[in-house]
C-alpha cells in the first residue's frame, strides 16, 4: 500500500490577519458584553464628581470599572491578576481597549476612587436591573453570612483582658499618685473633677498633666542642688530626689503609654467584644468551616444581602457576630440608598426579637420574620409538652393560668429586664399558689419555691401576628421561596466565584471589594439568564420522556407496584 502525503490546514504567524477589531471572536452571550453594556448605560456625571482634574489625563473611569468588574466574574481578585489579564485575555484586551494600567493604578481606582463612588455606582446598576425587567424588588430577601477577613488569625484583643489589664493599671496609678503627693503638690481637686465620674478611671490626659507637674518639679530641684555649694547636703539632696525620678520614669515609660493603648482598644472596641490587630474593623467570629473542629474564632465581616431572584439587591457590612443586630442598620441604609422599598421583607428566625419586630411594625412594608421558636412549635411533639405554659389552660378574665396538676398560677408582678445592648423588655410574672407536696415538681421546675411564668405581652403579640402570616398561604409560600433564593447567593458566591476570603482591610474597604463581588455576581446571573432566554426550547424532550414512562411501566409496572410503592409513587409523580 503506497504511503499517502499528510496535508495541514494554513499556519502562518506572521500574516495579517482580518477582521483586526477582534470584539466578533467574542460570543454574542459573552459576560464581557454584559459588563460592557451595564457600564456604558450609566452616566458619565457619576464617575466625574471623583475626579478634581488637571495634572496627566487619568484612565478613562468606566474603563477601569469594566476590567475591575470583568476580573471579579472571572475570580481575579488580585490587581496584579487583572493587570496581567489585560495583555493576555481577549475579552479584558476587547473591554480596556488595549489599555494597559499597571496593578498599582488599578489598586488606586479601587481602594480610592470607588470609596465614594461605590454605593452610588451599586444603586445604578440595581436601578438598571429594575428597569430592564429582571427584578421589581417587591420581595426582599434577607439573610447574613461571615466572611473571613485578611487578618492574622492570632492579633486579636479581647475586651475583658483590656478591662482587666486596664483596672490593674488604674490601681497602681492610684498607688503612684499617692507618693508623688509626698513629694509634689498636686491639685487632687480638679483631678477628680477631669476623672471620669461613672467609671472613676484616670484618663490619659489627666495623667499626662501629673507628668508634667512632676517633670517640673524635677528641674526646679536640679536648680536648687546645682546652687547649692555643700556637697554632703547636694549629694543628700539626689538621694532624696531619686524615688520621684523613678517614678517619673515609670509614669513617662511604662504607665502612660499602656494607659494611652488601652484607651485606643476601647475605642476601637465600642461594643465589640474583640478586634484584630491586623484589621481592627474586624470582630472575632465562629466560622461554618472550622476544620480543626475545635470552634475556632476567626476575624471577620457579617455581610448581609437582601435579593430577588438570586439577584443582590443592596448589601450592608457590620462587625456584629449576630444577625439580630443587623436588621436595623440594613434597614435604614436601605431607605437612605435611594432604592424602592419592597412590599415585603423576608428573613429567618436569626432576626427574631422583639427589638427588631418593634422597629419592623413601624415601617411602610410587610415583615416574614419567624421567631427561634416558630419552627419547634409547628411539631407535634411541641403539643405533648405538658409543663411548656404555652400548652397551659389560661383564663382570660381572672388572668390565671392552670398547671398541669389543676393548680392556680397567677400575676403577680411587673418586672423589667434590659439586654447587654441596652434595650429594656417588660415581663408579667405569675407565681403558682404552691407547688409543696405537688408530684409534678420535678419534672416542672428546678427552683426549690414555687413555679414561676415570666411572660412578655409585647414579644408575644408581635410574634404571634408574624407567625399568622407565616402560617397563611401566601406566607407559607413566599418563605419557602427564601431558602432556595438568598442562600443560593451565598452558594454562588463562595463555591463558584471562589470568594471566600476578604483581600483588602478595613471596613471602607471591605465594603468596596463587597460591593465588587455583589456587582460581579448580578452580571454573571444576568448572562446566564439571558443566554437560557435565547437557547431554543426541546420540545419533544417531554414527549420523549412520557414515552420513556409508559415503555418503562408496560413491562415493570406490577413488580414494582408489588416490591416499591415509593418507586411506583416517583414514576406515577413523573
Not at 421589581?136 to 430577601?141: A, E, V
Not at 531619686?242 to 504607665?255: A, C, E, Q, S, V
Not at 434597614?331 to 419586630?357: H, M, Q, R
Amino acid at each position: 500500500m503506497r504511503n499517502q502525503t499528510a496535508t495541514y490546514q494554513q499556519y502562518t504567524m506572521n500574516q495579517l490577519v482580518l477582521p483586526m477589531d477582534f470584539s466578533d471572536l467574542i460570543p454574542e452571550n459573552h459576560v464581557a458584553r454584559v459588563v460592557n453594556d451595564m457600564v456604558e448605560s450609566l452616566d458619565d456625571q457619576l464617575f466625574d464628581e471623583v475626579y478634581k482634574g488637571g495634572g496627566r489625563p487619568a484612565y478613562h473611569p468606566k474603563m477601569m470599572t469594566k476590567i475591575l468588574l470583568y476580573g471579579y466574574t472571572q475570580k481575579w481578585f488580585s490587581c496584579r491578576a487583572i493587570a496581567k489579564a489585560l495583555t493576555e485575555h481577549l475579552p479584558m484586551m476587547w473591554l480596556a481597549a488595549r489599555q494597559t494600567p499597571d496593578f498599582r493604578t488599578i489598586n488606586r481606582f479601587r481602594s480610592e476612587r470607588l470609596k465614594p463612588l461605590m454605593d452610588t455606582l451599586f444603586s445604578a446598576l440595581t436601578h438598571l436591573l429594575i428597569k430592564e425587567g429582571y427584578v421589581d424588588g417587591s420581595s426582599y430577601f434577607l439573610d447574613g453570612t461571615k466572611i473571613e477577613a485578611n487578618a492574622n488569625k492570632y492579633t486579636f484583643v479581647w475586651k475583658k483582658s483590656v478591662q482587666k489589664y486596664e483596672e490593674k493599671l488604674q490601681l497602681k496609678i492610684d498607688e503612684m499618685l499617692q507618693e508623688i503627693e509626698k513629694q509634689v503638690e498636686l491639685d487632687r481637686i480638679q483631678i477628680q473633677q477631669e476623672t471620669n465620674a461613672e467609671e472613676k478611671r484616670i484618663s490619659s490626659e489627666v495623667l499626662q498633666a501629673v507628668a508634667r507637674s512632676v517633670e517640673q518639679e524635677l528641674i526646679k530641684r536640679d536648680e536648687q542642688i546645682k546652687e547649692t555649694a555643700d556637697q554632703k547636703e547636694k549629694q543628700a539632696q539626689k538621694q532624696a530626689l531619686k524615688p520621684l525620678r523613678k517614678i517619673y520614669r515609670t509614669l513617662t515609660t511604662d504607665t502612660l503609654p499602656r494607659l494611652r493603648k488601652y484607651e485606643t482598644s476601647f475605642r476601637l472596641l465600642g461594643e465589640r467584644n474583640s478586634y484584630s490587630k491586623t484589621d481592627p474593623d474586624a470582630t472575632f467570629m465562629r466560622m461554618k468551616d472550622d476544620h480543626m473542629k475545635n470552634g475556632q474564632l476567626k476575624a471577620g465581616y457579617n455581610w448581609q444581602i437582601g435579593t430577588q431572584d438570586q439577584f443582590i439587591l443592596f448589601y450592608t457590612v457590620h462587625p456584629n457576630p449576630t444577625d439580630t443586630r443587623c436588621l436595623l442598620p440594613h434597614v435604614e441604609a436601605l431607605k437612605e440608598s435611594g432604592l424602592p422599598l419592597p412590599k415585603t421583607l423576608i428573613a429567618d428566625a436569626g432576626y427574631g426579637s422583639e427589638s427588631n419586630y418593634v422597629a419592623m411594625a413601624d415601617e411602610l412594608f410587610e415583615t416574614l420574620i419567624p421567631s427561634h421558636t416558630f419552627r419547634q412549635e409547628q411539631k407535634r411533639s411541641f403539643a405533648k409538652k405538658r409543663f411548656h405554659p404555652y400548652n397551659w389552660r389560661y383564663d382570660e378574665t381572672d388572668d390565671v393560668y392552670w398547671c398541669p396538676n389543676q393548680r392556680k398560677v397567677s400575676f403577680k408582678r411587673y418586672t423589667k429586664r434590659t439586654d447587654p445592648y441596652g434595650y429594656a423588655r417588660d415581663f408579667k410574672v405569675y407565681e403558682c399558689e404552691s407547688c409543696e407536696g405537688c408530684p409534678l415538681k420535678p419534672e416542672c421546675t428546678k427552683a426549690r419555691g414555687n413555679r414561676q411564668v415570666h411572660y412578655n405581652p409585647v414579644y408575644e403579640e408581635l410574634k404571634a401576628k408574624q407567625h399568622q402570616k407565616l402560617k397563611s398561604e401566601e406566607g407559607r409560600t413566599l418563605y419557602q421561596k427564601r431558602k432556595t433564593d438568598v442562600e443560593s447567593v451565598f452558594g454562588h458566591v463562595k463555591q463558584n466565584l471562589g470568594f471566600r476570603r476578604l483581600h483588602l482591610r478595613g471596613k471602607e474597604s471591605v465594603h468596596i471589594e463587597l460591593g465588587l463581588v455583589a456587582l460581579a455576581h448580578n452580571l454573571r446571573k444576568r448572562a446566564t439568564v439571558d443566554r437560557r432566554s435565547k437557547e431554543p426550547k426541546n420540545t419533544n424532550q417531554h414527549k420523549n420522556r412520557e414515552n420513556h414512562i409508559k415503555r418503562f411501566s408496560r413491562f415493570y409496572f406490577l413488580r414494582c407496584f408489588w416490591d416499591s410503592p415509593r418507586l411506583y409513587v416517583y414514576i406515577v409523580s413523573l
